[in-house]
């Protein structure tokens, strides 16, 4: 075994194979960019060295600096997480060449299964059943929009040299083929260095359904059963869970063995995933297909961790040891269920777009047998546009499905980040919707639902916001009191207290999106009288920092306020809401009136501007395309008019917020 490994990569990958690392009694190497110095995964290892940049190709994409540090720390392997170089069939060369153990696949493997279209033809060749499609060499754009016509659309077009959701655009019809392909092209480019694309039949309500193998270098080839990963959104998952809804044991049987002919048939060694899409009945219908193999962990591995009670980081430093598997097929055995959720950076109410910002407060759910969150960062820590956005994984385990559903929810609740856009709140919505909870998933499931998990947001409850202002006004006596010296003193308090008279209500005002919303609180003997929005109600209340035990007429609720700024996340179960404290001495907010000042909704990169001043314009039409995040979003017209200006050109760097277009509404000029 090891004694020294480095691990090329950041984040919550890299702490994850540090603390198995250090369980097996293996010292650790980290590397970090200028902007991770005082990242978590640093903290987490024995040795750490820069390597360069904040910008992925200036340190973690620089597979000879890693090898630098490999060479002076003395490191016998190099482990490289996922994404970054961990599927660089030159980089696991290099590893050879200079005498350091890749903790991966053969890099004649990682070839093999690396360009989709290559695999596909392999896959083919072994016996594995393929989604109807063309994988060819040939590019040219008019032969891609014949063979589209030719498997009939939607079509799926697709990187070949990547997978991860970038690359990938649909085309629901010829009209839309050549924009859809234009941008498959541009996201592939930027993401792996190759435009070269596929084309597959896009399936009606399709299962994205994987199988871990693993392989020794005795020859040992295993499955370690399957994970249903068809909750996505942007084709990436959000959501995935092992074993699959509705699975049965032959047709497990029959999925592993294909996925364990797939590794067989490109001589693999280590960790990989086998990735199929299924038709919404295949396990009665058996119609499944291969997609591709990720020949490396992948981000979604706890689930199989938890519903096998291995480590598959272990097993990937002892195959790479040159140790056989630890286990053999007919020993491995599946108990109960298993869920993990992503928390990202992003806002679900802005079509999932990737958020940045420093964490201001963050609250994780308490962690043991059946409750994992595996992250890289900590409060005070910043998202930035360089990496990927998600801060954590929440992995819950149950008897069955039904119980480690009902622990994703509670633990959801008890999970907050503020400080920027995330998408808890969407998250536990999809834990507790009817169709999810009934096992009804297919890749469709968010679009199909966007209005039940990102709904038009409502008024608060009367338990939220009573929980906001009595944190409110205990926090203002706790102000008065620091100031008196901890006196109760009747000059300094701010309840309207006046001799030989009735306390007078201290109104709070807040703001939850568009709503207004007014409350009063004034101190009686046994409680509080709060005047609500829907009326007059009467509590009492135990507070003890965030926590709040809250009486409102009668009905006891349990909550969590948490501050930071003027924005306020109250938590009670089921329930997230935010409100920002309003300050009523404020003037009011300017009406920049009709038409649209559109500002860039996150730092990035110009790709192309489709429009010009002068141009008129249709609501939703698009105007420009941005990267950022190694994905491309398209910035719409918001309503019909007429472009005033375009400030921007393509190729040029954005910060957030700043305006990219101006359009006067059609309205506004006949007016």
């Not at 009606?204 to 199988?211: G, L, N, V």
């Not at 199909?448 to 608060?460: E, W």
Request: net charge negative; hydrophobic share 45%; with cysteine.
């Amino acid at each position: 075994m090891f004694d020294k490994i480095l691990i090329a990569n950041r984040g919550e990958i890299a702490v994850r194979v540090a603390r198995t690392a250090r369980r097996m009694g293996i010292r650790t190497v980290a590397v970090y960019s200028e902007a991770d110095a005082d990242a978590m995964h640093v903290a987490h290892c024995d040795e750490a060295y820069a390597i360069g940049g904040a910008a992925p190709k200036d340190s973690y994409l620089r597979g000879e600096r890693v090898l630098e540090v490999a060479r002076r720390s003395g490191a016998q392997a190099i482990h490289p997480g996922y994404g970054f170089l961990s599927e660089n069939e030159g980089f696991a060369r290099q590893c050879a060449e200079a005498g350091v153990v890749f903790i991966g696949p053969p890099p004649s493997a990682i070839e093999a299964m690396g360009l989709k279209a290559e695999s596909k033809r392999l896959m083919e060749k072994a016996g594995v059943p393929l989604v109807p499609g063309y994988h060819g060499v040939a590019q040219d754009d008019a032969l891609l929009l014949e063979e589209a016509r030719r498997i009939g659309f939607p079509v799926l077009i697709k990187a070949s040299a990547g997978g991860g959701g970038k690359g990938m655009k649909d085309a629901a019809s010829e009209a839309d083929f050549a924009a859809a392909l234009a941008s498959a092209r541009r996201e592939a480019k930027n993401a792996f260095g190759d435009d070269h694309v596929l084309i597959e039949r896009y399936l009606q309500r399709p299962r994205h359904i994987e199988i871990q193998v693993f392989a020794d270098t005795q020859g040992n080839c295993v499955y370690l059963f399957e994970r249903d990963c068809s909750l996505q959104r942007r084709h990436q998952k959000v959501v995935e869970e092992a074993p699959a809804p509705g699975m049965s044991a032959e047709r497990r049987r029959q999925m592993g063995e294909a996925a364990v002919a797939a590794a067989r048939a490109v001589g693999y060694v280590g960790a990989g995933t086998v990735e199929f899409i299924a038709e919404h009945d295949f396990v009665t219908s058996g119609r499944f297909y291969f997609m591709e193999m990720n020949t490396r962990l992948q981000v979604e591995h706890p689930v199989t961790e938890m519903i096998t009670g291995l480590d598959l980081v272990e097993w990937q430093l002892r195959v790479a040891a040159g140790e056989r598997l630890p286990k053999l097929q007919h020993e491995l055995r599946l108990d109960g269920h298993a869920f993990e959720a992503r928390i990202y950076a992003e806002n679900p109410r802005r079509e999932f777009l990737p958020a940045t910002g420093s964490i201001a407060r963050l609250r994780a759910p308490d962690v043991g047998a059946t409750v994992r969150v595996d992250t890289g960062v900590r409060e005070g820590d910043a998202i930035t546009p360089n990496y990927d956005p998600m801060i954590a994984k929440l992995i819950v385990h149950g008897e069955d499905r039904a119980q480690a559903l009902r622990r994703l929810a509670h633990a959801l609740d008890d999970y907050a980040v503020l400080g920027f856009a995330n998408n808890i709140e969407f998250l536990q919505r999809v834990a507790r919707h009817p169709a999810f909870m009934a096992g009804d998933v297919d890749t469709g499931f968010i679009a199909r639902f966007i209005g039940d998990l990102v709904p038009t947001m409502t008024a608060p409850s009367d338990v939220a916001l009573a929980a906001c202002a009595l944190c409110e006004w205990s926090h203002q006596r706790d102000v008065t009191a620091q100031a008196s010296g901890g006196a109760e003193d009747p000059w300094a308090a701010t309840d309207g207290f006046r001799i030989n008279a009735a306390p007078e209500p201290v109104e709070y005002r807040f703001a939850q999106g568009e709503h207004a919303l007014i409350t009063a609180v004034c101190p009686t003997r046994n409680g509080f009288t709060l005047t609500l929005p829907d009326g007059t109600r009467h509590a009492s209340a135990d507070i003890v920092g965030e926590r709040v035990a809250l009486t409102l007429d009668g009905e006891r609720h349990s909550a969590r306020v948490l501050a930071f700024g003027a924005q306020r996340v109250v938590l009670l179960p089921g329930e997230r809401h935010e409100f920002a404290v309003v300050d009523a001495l404020a003037p009011p907010a300017v009406d920049e009136g009709q038409g649209g000042h559109l500002s860039a909704p996150m730092p990035g990169a110009i790709v192309s501007v489709l429009v010009k001043p002068g141009d008129a314009v249709r609501r939703g039409q698009p105007l420009l395309v941005m990267e950022a995040m190694k994905m491309e979003h398209t910035i719409a017209a918001p309503c019909d008019g007429v472009v005033e200006a375009v400030y921007y050109a393509a190729k040029e760097q954005v910060k957030e917020g700043v305006e990219l277009v101006a359009i006067t509404a059609a309205s506004a000029r006949s007016s």
